[in-house]
T-cell receptor
Framework: GNSVTQMEGPVTLSEEAFLTINCTYTATGYPSLFWYVQYPGEGLQLLLKATKADDKGSNKGFEATYRKETTSFHLEKGSVQVSDSAVYFCALSPGLDRGSTLGRLYFGRGTQLTVWP | ETGVTQSPTHLIKTRGQQVTLRCSSQSGHNTVSWYQQALGQGPQFIFQYYREEENGRGNFPPRFSGLQFPNYSSELNVNALELDDSALYLC???????????FGPGTRLTVT
């Protein structure tokens, strides 16, 4: 089946520290992979995506590389800011897979990030 | 361009009651998906509507039902509410089933 596993939080960092949030997946097709961010009291915003193996998604200083050999899509940022404090969700969309609704997203449980000044 | 909007923002209902949540999709988007996000969890797929037809369903009972209208806005209906239905309900629209989904701010439902 399709599933996403994220590292458990919460993650607490000082400003300008390096961030890694681990994400691994299981998929039956050739999935697209996503990172979404959720700020307090808000819905989800797409942070970045990658649609095939070895693609690197990037946005606002965040990066993640689609690694098919390790079934991973770890989120990284070289220098976090207080404004990055939020919950981060890793997700996959199975693509053309007969066993799943086209475009359906499977989410991990989320990782709470808190950045202190 | 107006994004995805949802109403109401918050709702409190009693166990056994029925509720309707509404979603206006982004202009030009013909696909709407609904997700349930329990506290501290990731969103779980409820169902998807594509061009007014239900196109797929997650592991939710039949008391969760929906509609999509000709303007592609959508409703989620939940009958016989249970305490475990308390969650944030998220609507997402996209210009097609294989395209990026844009999420609304959600409706926070509390069942007492």
């Amino acid at each position: 089946g399709n599933s996403v596993t994220q590292m458990e939080g919460p993650v607490t960092l000082s400003e300008e520290a390096f961030l890694t949030i681990n994400c691994t997946y299981t998929a039956t097709g050739y999935p697209s992979l996503f990172w979404y961010v959720q700020y307090p009291g808000e819905g989800l915003q797409l942070l970045l995506k990658a649609t095939k193996a070895d693609d690197k998604g990037s946005n606002k200083g965040f990066e993640a590389t689609y690694r098919k050999e390790t079934t991973s899509f770890h989120l990284e940022k070289g220098s976090v800011q207080v404004s990055d404090s939020a919950v981060y969700f890793c997700a996959l969309s199975p693509g053309l897979d007969r066993g799943s609704t086209l475009g359906r997203l499977y989410f991990g449980r989320g990782t709470q990030l808190t950045v202190w000044p | 361009e107006t994004g995805v909007t949802q109403s109401p923002t918050h709702l409190i209902k009693t166990r056994g009651q029925q509720v309707t949540l509404r979603c206006s999709s982004q202009s030009g988007h013909n696909t709407v998906s609904w997700y349930q996000q329990a506290l501290g969890q990731g969103p779980q797929f409820i169902f998807q509507y594509y061009r007014e037809e239900e196109n797929g369903r997650g592991n939710f009972p039949p008391r969760f039902s929906g509609l999509q209208f000709p303007n592609y806005s959508s409703e989620l209906n939940v009958n016989a509410l249970e305490l475990d239905d308390s969650a944030l309900y998220l609507c997402a629209s996209s210009p097609g089933r294989l395209f990026e989904q844009y999420f609304g701010p959600g409706t926070r439902l509390t069942v007492t």
